[in-house]
């Protein structure tokens, strides 16, 4: 009777399963369209032609240079995977439209990357990490001057390394093919990002090690990730070799500025804010114990956080920082997350709904700092529209040698 009873049972133990599984597949899907629309409302709020940022026109260039198009008067080389992107999108969308998508695509990754890496902390705090990253000054500065390949590779580099670690972890043979896909695809993307890639995954895998203490299989498997990355690690060493031979040195610092200039010019006046979210970020690390799901999160970020603010001190470089921040993020959500809801944390109501208001109000005030600090950078990097373009040839074409033009804000930007 017992065993008629169980296989009774079994249909509906599955199918109770399926429909939760379904469930959560309709969530991710819901999840991935608001970010898609978060990105596109994000991409028209501010006035002026659309895309901002002179960087576009390289892309562009360079992209109808893969074409067969003669458009650059100097030979360029520039790792490929946005520019095959919006060289398959021209004939399409045409030029401009081309851009715009790969620029959204190129947002979209990256914050789909943040949830997938926070998804293990809840649905909401995955989402609200996703949020307060979208909205990140700095970060938005570099999309408004035109840094859709940084993005994107960024995005890659944060699946790879979460791909990586659940592989090691235990997980299926999948994630370590995902790993190694994401990883050539973020070498093919961005030679920075990838370099902090190359750079974070062991100190990733060392921070792993000493929350979970690997024995047997589990150190089998981290010899396999490490070699297989050694490889990459070879290509992406030489790949950088072959450019700097042919003449292409990359530009870190351009304007030479000291780190406390660079440090002030990524924070935009949220220094407070930045400062506590480290330190929240920073005792969360040190702690053990995590559920997998937030073990490998906390690694993943210490593996960012090492390999970025590193690559900074040494190379004073601010765009290094971008990852840093992006790390920070759901981090600081995990800790507090952690300290609000584990196992065996049951904080007084008070102490939970103080550090809940403490937290909404550093994320809210750097969402708002980035979003106010969005328009003056797009205004600042946009490019030239046609009826300005006549207007300044008309200008140039009346104007005498000595001549000078002044301009002002008008009443519609």
Not at 54 to 66: F, K, Q, S
Not at 163 to 180: K, M, N, Q
């Amino acid at each position: 009777m017992a065993a008629i009873a169980m296989e009774r049972s079994t249909p509906v133990a599955d199918l109770t399963q399926n429909a939760a599984m379904e469930g959560r597949i309709r969530g991710v899907l819901v999840d991935v369209l608001l970010i898609v629309a978060a990105v596109v409302v994000l991409h028209l709020s501010v006035s002026g032609p659309i895309p901002s940022g002179g960087d576009g026109g390289n892309w562009l260039a360079l992209a109808r240079e893969l074409r067969g198009e003669a458009v650059m008067s100097a030979d360029v080389t520039y790792e490929p995977v946005f520019i095959g992107l919006l060289a398959a999108l021209i004939p399409l969308l045409g030029p401009l439209g081309a851009l715009v998508v790969g620029a959204i695509f190129a947002e979209v990754v990256l914050l789909i990357a943040v949830y997938v890496t926070a998804r293990g902390l809840g649905r909401w705090p995955a989402l609200l990490s996703v949020g307060v990253v979208m909205l990140l000054g700095y970060r938005l500065e570099a999309y408004a001057w035109g840094a859709y390949p940084q993005m994107l590779g960024l995005g890659l580099g944060l699946l790879t390394m979460w791909s990586l670690l659940w592989f090691v972890d235990g997980r299926r043979r999948a994630f370590l093919v995902a790993a190694v896909v994401g990883g050539l695809l973020t070498f093919l993307t961005h030679k920075l990002v990838a370099g902090l890639l190359l750079a974070g995954i062991p100190a990733a895998a060392a921070h792993l090690y000493w929350q979970r203490r690997w024995t047997g299989a589990l150190l089998r498997r981290a010899g396999i990730g490490v070699g297989v990355f050694a490889l990459l690690g070879a290509g992406f060493v030489w790949s950088w070799w072959s450019s700097t031979a042919e003449g292409v040195e990359p530009t870190l610092n351009p304007l030479g500025l000291t780190l406390a200039e660079q440090v002030s010019r990524v924070f935009l006046g949220s220094e407070v804010p930045w400062i506590v979210l480290g330190i929240l970020a920073l005792i969360g690390l040190g702690m053990r114990s995590w559920p997998r799901p937030q073990a490998l999160l906390a690694a993943a970020g210490f593996g960012w956080l090492a390999s970025s603010v590193a690559a900074f001190v040494v190379t004073g470089e601010a765009r290094t920082l971008i990852q840093a921040q992006v790390a920070l993020v759901p981090v600081a959500m995990a800790f507090a997350r952690r300290r609000l809801g584990g196992a065996h944390v049951k904080p007084r109501r008070s102490v939970a709904f103080a550090t809940t208001v403490a937290l909404a109000a550093l994320y809210g005030s750097l969402a708002i700092t980035g979003l106010s600090s969005y328009e003056q950078s797009a205004d600042w990097y946009r490019v030239v529209g046609r009826t300005e373009l006549s207007v300044l040839d008309e200008l140039a074409s009346i104007a005498d040698d000595d001549a000078l033009a002044v301009s002002s804000r008008g009443p519609n930007g």
